[in-house]
């Protein structure tokens, strides 16, 4: 089965082509662009890419992949959106895996790692997974003194960034959410042909922006 894999919860604006079989995933295309301000822009280009370089056409696609953040709300929602219309368009299921699962279970590698990515506001994103990959605590946004301390109390050895702020041995790669990974993760539901999923986002805390709730006089 061909499943289209996008994520755009960090600066990396990723979509690729995996192959599910019964025996593992497989990546057939990738494309991944750093840029935090342009996911609007890159994504859909990406996704047209893909499809090109693996000789393949919307209507091949076996199902949708997206990564659920957490992350910016601006940025995330584009990776939504666009999973969720493409696979309304196409009558294809669609499923979310948490993004920081895309890093932590490849970055894993038999020791307890805390994968983390920016939450801007001098905070991260984190959360943490055991030796096999699997996610013992998290998501959450602190500052990175708290990820930390929480991360000791959970026996990490390793992160995979920030060794300035965490205090441990840092594992360079994957540095963002592994497409691959995220396919994998969600391989289980699509051998099954499990129903399509609500892609909800995991934003853990409003947005900068919102709705004004009363109204300002104009007159003195």
Same mark, same amino acid.
């Given at each position: 089965?061909?499943?289209?894999?996008?994520?755009?919860?960090?600066?990396?604006?990723?979509?690729?082509?995996?192959?599910? @079989?019964?025996?593992?995933?497989?990546?057939?295309?990738? &494309?991944?662009?750093? #840029?935090? +301000?342009?996911?609007?822009?890159?994504? *859909?280009?990406?996704?047209? $890419?893909?499809?090109?370089?693996?000789?393949? +056409? !919307?209507? #091949?696609?076996?199902?949708?992949?997206?990564?659920?953040?957490?992350? !910016?709300?601006?940025?995330? +929602?584009?990776?939504?959106?666009?999973?969720? @219309?493409?696979?309304?368009?196409?009558?294809?299921?669609?499923?979310?895996?948490?993004?920081?699962?895309?890093?932590?279970?490849?970055?894993? $590698?038999?020791? %307890?790692?805390?994968?983390?990515?920016?939450?801007? &506001?001098?905070?991260?994103?984190?959360?943490?997974?055991?030796?096999?990959?699997?996610?013992?605590?998290? !998501?959450?946004?602190?500052?990175? /003194?708290?990820?930390?301390?929480?991360?000791?109390?959970?026996?990490?050895?390793? /992160?995979?960034?920030?060794?300035?702020?965490?205090?441990?041995?840092? +594992? *360079?790669? =994957? &540095?963002?959410?592994?497409?691959?990974?995220? $396919?994998?993760?969600? $391989?289980?539901?699509?051998?099954?042909? /499990? =129903?399509?999923?609500?892609?909800?986002?995991?934003?853990?805390? &409003? =947005?900068?922006?919102?709705?004004? @709730?009363?109204?300002? !006089?104009?007159? %003195?």
């Amino acid at each position: 089965m061909l499943v289209l894999v996008v994520d755009s919860s960090t600066p990396a604006v990723t979509a690729a082509l995996v192959e599910v @079989t019964a025996d593992g995933v497989a990546a057939r295309a990738h &494309r991944c662009t750093v #840029d935090a +301000r342009a996911h609007g822009e890159l994504l *859909a280009p990406q996704v047209d $890419a893909v499809l090109a370089d693996a000789d393949a +056409r !919307p209507g #091949d696609l076996s199902a949708i992949v997206a990564g659920l953040g957490p992350g !910016p709300f601006t940025g995330l +929602r584009v990776g939504l959106v666009t999973a969720a @219309t493409m696979g309304q368009v196409l009558g294809i299921p669609t499923y979310g895996v948490c993004s920081l699962d895309g890093i932590g279970h490849p970055a894993a $590698a038999g020791e %307890p790692v805390l994968a983390a990515s920016d939450a801007r &506001r001098k905070e991260v994103y984190w959360a943490v997974y055991d030796g096999a990959g699997q996610r013992i605590a998290g !998501p959450n946004v602190d500052v990175p /003194a708290v990820a930390a301390e929480r991360a000791r109390d959970l026996a990490v050895t390793v /992160a995979h960034r920030y060794a300035d702020v965490l205090g441990l041995p840092v +594992r *360079a790669e =994957p &540095r963002y959410p592994d497409a691959t990974a995220l $396919a994998a993760l969600a $391989a289980e539901r699509i051998r099954a042909g /499990a =129903p399509s999923e609500r892609l909800t986002p995991l934003y853990l805390r &409003r =947005p900068d922006a919102v709705a004004a @709730t009363g109204h300002k !006089p104009v007159l %003195p």
